[in-house]
């Protein structure tokens, strides 16, 4: 698919901020993956359709949930978590795309996981530092992630989990499996 239909078909899910999000996110992944040496059209179209289901109604995306026999665990936890997943299965039912890598870097998105793909770890992080995100911290993973990848994940993941612990929030497992998984790696 070509990233003129990929946009086009993306812009009709999203309101206007998460879609300039959006192109801030596939901006980087190609700028990552040009580094890493990474598929530069995956890693487009993983980052066009990565938010796909961001805006889906809290019910649709638990039906899914459960239907599709993904980890009911995700219930117990924040919505937030929700449209990774639930984007991964609709990317693939509704906009027909079948590439698995694609789809995991999606499906991933938000919590990470042990072992995650060079692809998986692209999108993670041109997520978590396109060029319209700001937030404390932001800088230091921009700039740790052109020189060393795993590093950049590290910080963000810290990041995320001290920001979600700062608001007495709970951590889903996989956040702190993907933590773990590269705390153990960087040793
Ligand atoms: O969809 P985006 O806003 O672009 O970013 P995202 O998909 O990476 O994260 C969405 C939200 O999910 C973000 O506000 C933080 C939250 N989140 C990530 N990991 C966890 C989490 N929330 C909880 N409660 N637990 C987590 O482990
Ligand atoms: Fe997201
Ligand atoms: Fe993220
Ligand atoms: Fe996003």
């Given at each position: 698919m070509k990233r003129e239909e990929a946009l086009a078909i993306v812009r009709k899910q999203l309101k206007e901020q998460r879609y300039i999000h959006t192109v801030g996110v596939m901006e980087t992944a190609i700028e990552l993956a040009k580094i890493y040496g990474a598929d530069i059209q995956k890693a487009e179209l993983a980052a066009i359709f990565h938010d796909y289901a961001k805006f889906r109604t809290k019910e649709e995306m638990k039906r899914i949930i459960i239907e599709q026999q993904m980890p009911q665990d995700l219930l117990a936890y924040s919505p937030e978590l929700w449209h990774a997943p639930v984007g991964a299965y609709l990317v693939q039912?509704?906009?027909?795309?079948?590439?698995e890598d694609i789809l995991q870097a999606i499906r991933y998105h938000t919590s990470g996981r042990p072992n995650m793909t060079l692809l998986e770890k692209i999108v993670y992080i041109a997520d978590y530092i396109e060029p319209n995100r700001s937030f404390p911290g932001v800088d230091e993973v921009r700039a740790l992630a052109r020189e060393h990848l795993d590093v950049a994940l590290f910080r963000a993941l810290q990041n995320t989990i001290q920001f979600l612990m700062d608001k007495r929030e709970p951590i889903y497992p996989d956040t702190f499996h993907t933590y773990n998984d590269i705390a153990q790696k960087l040793k």
């Open positions: 039912t509704e906009v027909g795309i079948q590439d």
